[in-house]
């Protein structure tokens, strides 16, 4: 068990609609990072928060947006779905600006959209 | 080109056997080398760690980074039906901004 918390552990919803995914990182964590992972695509960076500040951004779609509360906890808002948004997304937590690359990953959110 | 390259596989080998996966690097600020391992339907998790170049080892895992080449390698010795999984390499600059994942090689081992 890494500490990291992710819910809903799996989603099914339809294209157009929006959903909201939570992490809680391990305790003491100060960085959060978001990661969509599908079948062709491997693990790809979508944005990283620091301390509630967001410190990096990758691959997001303008569609998805992330936040991170004054208690750490995390949300991954994505809208306006699409059959392709389909995929694994994971949550990591680090306990400094994840300066050594030492991440601590979720269970994940299954998402489907139909 | 793709910062962090590496053989997607399958892999598959006999139980015990020594194990080879590998990843090339583009970015020559990269510092530090880690190894994820990934089961299916789970999240990665931190399997080796090393900074610049050399070798690390831990039990029956040795990592090694070959910075001149840019090249970093895991090597699995006396493999088990356990250590079946997806393998990701990844890469962090010196200033801690850019991580990057290799695409993952997935190695069963078949008892």
């Known amino acids: 068990d890494s500490g990291v918390t992710q819910t809903p552990k799996h989603l099914i919803t339809a294209t157009g609609q929006r959903v909201t995914l939570r992490c809680s990182p391990r305790?003491?964590?100060?960085?959060v990072y978001w990661y969509q992972q599908s079948l062709d695509q491997g693990l790809q960076f979508l944005i990283q928060y620091y301390n509630g500040e967001e410190r990096a951004k990758g691959n997001i779609l303008e569609r998805f947006s992330a936040q991170q509360f004054p208690d750490l906890h995390s949300e991954l808002n994505l809208s306006s779905l699409e059959l392709g948004d389909s995929a694994l997304y994971f949550c990591?937590?680090?306990?400094?600006?994840?300066?050594?690359?030492?991440?601590?990953f979720g269970e994940g959110s299954r998402l489907t959209v139909l | 080109q793709k910062e962090v390259e590496q053989d997607p596989g399958p892999l598959s080998v006999p139980e015990g056997a020594i194990v080879s996966l590998n990843c090339t690097y583009s970015?020559?600020?990269?510092?530090?080398f880690m190894w994820y391992r990934q089961y299916s339907r789970k999240g990665p998790e931190l399997l080796m760690y090393?900074?610049?170049?050399g070798n690390k080892e831990d039990g029956r895992f040795t990592a090694q980074v070959d910075k001149s080449s840019k090249y970093i390698s895991l090597f699995i010795r006396d493999s088990q039906p356990s250590d079946s999984a997806t393998y990701l390499c990844a890469s962090l600059d010196n200033y801690g901004q850019n991580f990057v994942f290799g695409p993952g090689t997935r190695l069963s081992v078949l008892p």
């Open positions: 970015n020559s600020a990269f510092q530090y």
């Open positions: 090393t900074y610049s170049s």
């Open positions: 990591a937590s680090s306990a400094g600006g994840g300066d050594t690359g030492e991440l601590f």
């Open positions: 305790s003491g964590d100060l960085s």
